[in-house]
């Protein structure tokens, strides 16, 4: 079935330091969505990208979908303590009795310091 | 306020009981579904419904059972057969359309333990 993976799995920077987390799917994929989760809560929607190359900012956040729709980044300039959490992305594939279903990433995990 | 309420949000389990994670939503949405989350680790889906009364086994749904009786309403029971049970339990919906394109919103979840 289709795998979704994302590296680093871990990440401590200092705060004011740049990250990334890159999502790797084990196949192409029609949009992908991303989530954070913060320590102790629930994952919530950040955003989705659909289109091949798609580059889309939120503030501090930059995500982009690979020119081949299997691979996706999101990038976060100057962390702040706010941005603690675990980020996923989220991929579309097909249950084998029909319909749609999301697959979520092995998440990466973001720890920043002072 | 629109929303996902899950209760409770701490639950114990005793060995060979049954316990029943309660979701509601007030949002309208027709797709529900159900995920495990283990510590350090990402969602796995357990079961998902598109509409009232039908509903899919997802990538582990062995030891659990769904019920849709209400568009609203979308329990998950975690039976004695599921012999690791410790887990956070989130539940999940998602506006109409297709359904893998739109975001899905999470309630707060219910952290369930082994007696």
């Known amino acids: 079935g289709q795998q979704v993976m994302q590296i680093p799995q871990y990440q401590h920077v200092q705060e004011g330091e740049d990250f990334t987390t890159y999502c790797n799917s084990s196949?192409?994929?029609?949009?992908i969505q991303w989530y954070k989760q913060r320590p102790g809560g629930h994952p919530v929607f950040l955003i989705q990208l659909v289109k091949s190359g798609e580059v889309k900012k939120q503030k501090r956040l930059t995500f982009q979908f690979g020119e081949a729709k299997k691979n996706s980044s999101l990038h976060i300039t100057a962390t702040q303590t706010t941005d603690v959490g675990t980020y996923f992305c989220?991929?579309?594939?097909?249950?084998?009795?029909?319909?749609?279903?999301?697959?979520f990433g092995t998440g990466t995990q973001l720890k920043v310091e002072l | 306020d629109g929303g996902i309420t899950q209760s409770p949000k701490y639950l114990f389990r005793k060995e060979g009981q049954n316990v029943t994670l309660s979701c509601e939503q007030n949002l309208n949405h027709d797709a529900m579904y159900w995920y495990r989350q283990d510590p350090g680790q990402g969602l796995r889906l357990i079961y998902y419904s598109q509409i009232v009364n039908d509903f899919q086994k997802g990538d582990i749904a062995e030891g659990y059972s769904v019920s849709r009786e209400k568009k609203e309403s979308f329990p998950l029971t975690v039976t004695s057969a599921q012999k690791n049970p410790t887990a956070f339990y989130l539940c999940a919906s998602s506006p109409p359309g297709r359904y893998s394109n739109q975001p899905q919103h999470f309630g707060d979840g219910t952290r369930l333990s082994i007696l």
């Open positions: 989220a991929g579309p594939s097909r249950f084998t009795g029909g319909g749609n279903k999301l697959t």
């Open positions: 196949t192409t994929l029609s949009n």
